[in-house]
């Protein structure tokens, strides 16, 4: 085996994991396409570039990606460490000056005996594959050419090119005096029981949907609020895109009042649970991991601003307090289905010297890239010394993410770092900041006993 690993894509994930590789003393190949070409969203010819918003997002220990943070910091992230290095005034987010962030990351790299950072498009990775390690962390925007060649690799169905994802819910969150489990019709196969006794009924089973039912008033103000809410521009190239069977929410909404109402907001085969008839409109969530703790609002992929999906989801009957673990986005998004073919160390099931890092494996983020390049490359290193692999607990956020992308039953699509996809807590907390705080020091005591 070659006695240095490949590295295409020097973006976050790429740029740790050739750091982390570097530092053990093993070279690394890092393989970038800019200068010589760039995709869409891309300007600067310096690594690690940050195109969308400058925020890493929370440093509190008892949020998610805070938690994240304190995972990777401990790990000596070099990405943490420049970010924290450049940061600029956002109250209790760390933000970065994104131009000397990607100029530091840069120029450590570069400096970097161990590293040669090659400038040049990847657009097959057979050559690279004969005999050697090779992590491909080329993010979302994946050139066509290397996505050919990964659908080769990986199977026609095997590789997604648009990212059209509704919000997702904690369920902790949703309020069951409106709430109810239920599937359609289920209601009217069940008249010989009284609404409470068949509600009370369903709370102690497993259904399929938990279902938020709007009288006229309620769903002709958020039908309102919906057509005036604030969308994200998207790109020409994503424009092109949006296809009928993938409407964004909104403008569904646009077509007519009622549009909603013929469509996934349908009342058909319920019962209104406080009145005793049909709703007027109905939303459905649908469970999205296996501890049932994620539900996802059904049919409401959306262009919206993520700010205004949580103020004008929030007007939902039951979702007043509800906490947003995924906004909903619909974007150019070249993403493997991971469960299919990737273990938790981000190394190919059929593949073994081939890994993936960042957003292409189906981690959403910015730290959550950062964190599967630290993965990704701490097993590659394992596997050119001929060592175990190291697989991290599932009880921190660097492990519950890998778990995540490796497992995940049913359709799939990217995720970011949440406290829903941890193991649950023996106990039952209502209190969420201390559930939250329990969750992180659990995680940061699971996190010593991978150290080295």
Not at 357 to 367: F, P
Request: overall charge neutral; proline content about 4%; glycine content about 6%.
């Amino acid at each position: 085996m070659k006695d240095y690993i490949t590295i295409i894509g020097a973006g976050l994930a790429g740029c740790e994991a050739a750091y982390q590789i570097a530092k053990a003393g093993i070279k690394v190949k890092l393989y970038e396409m800019k200068p010589k070409q760039f995709s869409p969203a891309h300007s600067s010819p310096n690594l690690a570039e940050i195109v969308c918003s400058n925020s890493f997002k929370s440093n509190l220990h008892t949020n998610a990606c805070g938690l994240l943070k304190e995972e990777l910091r401990v790990l000596d992230s070099l990405l943490m460490k420049i970010a924290d290095k450049t940061n600029v005034p956002a109250g209790q987010a760390l933000a970065v000056d994104r131009d000397a962030f990607s100029r530091e990351v840069t120029h450590i790299l570069e400096s970097m005996k161990n590293i040669e950072i090659i400038r040049e498009e990847i657009s097959t990775l057979e050559p690279f594959l004969q005999d050697g390690i090779v992590i491909v962390a080329t993010g979302p925007l994946t050139s066509d050419q290397l996505s050919e060649q990964i659908r080769q690799l990986t199977g026609k169905e095997k590789l997604s090119f648009y990212d059209a994802a509704a919000p997702i819910i904690e369920k902790d969150s949703i309020d069951f005096e409106i709430a109810f489990y239920g599937n359609r019709y289920e209601q009217e196969r069940k008249k010989e029981e009284t609404i409470e006794a068949w509600q009370e009924r369903r709370k102690k089973q497993e259904a399929s949907y938990i279902n938020l039912p709007m009288n006229q008033q309620e769903y002709e103000n958020f039908v309102q609020e919906l057509i005036k809410a604030e969308v994200v521009e998207l790109h020409e190239f994503e424009k092109r895109e949006i296809f009928e069977g993938c409407m964004p929410i909104e403008i569904m909404a646009k077509r007519g009042m009622d549009t909603l109402r013929f469509g996934p907001l349908k009342p058909v085969g319920f019962t209104d649970v406080r009145t005793g008839k049909r709703p007027y409109a109905v939303v459905q969530l649908r469970q999205d991991n296996a501890q049932a703790s994620l539900y996802n609002i059904v049919g409401f992929q959306t262009n919206l601003k993520f700010g205004e999906q949580k103020r004008v989801f929030s007007l939902i009957p039951g979702l007043e307090q509800a906490e947003f673990v995924k906004y909903g986005v619909m974007h150019r998004n070249t993403f493997l289905n991971s469960p299919e073919l990737l273990k938790e160390t981000y190394q190919m099931k059929n593949i073994p010297n081939l890994y993936f890092a960042g957003q292409i494996t189906g981690v959403e983020g910015y730290v959550e890239s950062i964190s599967s390049g630290m993965v990704a490359s701490l097993n590659a290193m394992k596997q050119i010394k001929k060592q175990e692999a190291l697989v991290f607990p599932k009880e921190t956020m660097i492990g519950a993410l890998a778990h995540y992308i490796a497992t995940k039953q049913g359709e799939f699509q990217p995720m970011n770092a949440n406290f829903g996809i941890l193991p649950n807590l023996p106990e039952n907390i209502k209190d969420k900041k201390q559930k939250y705080s329990i969750l992180a020091d659990r995680a940061m005591e699971k996190l010593k006993t991978v150290m080295p």
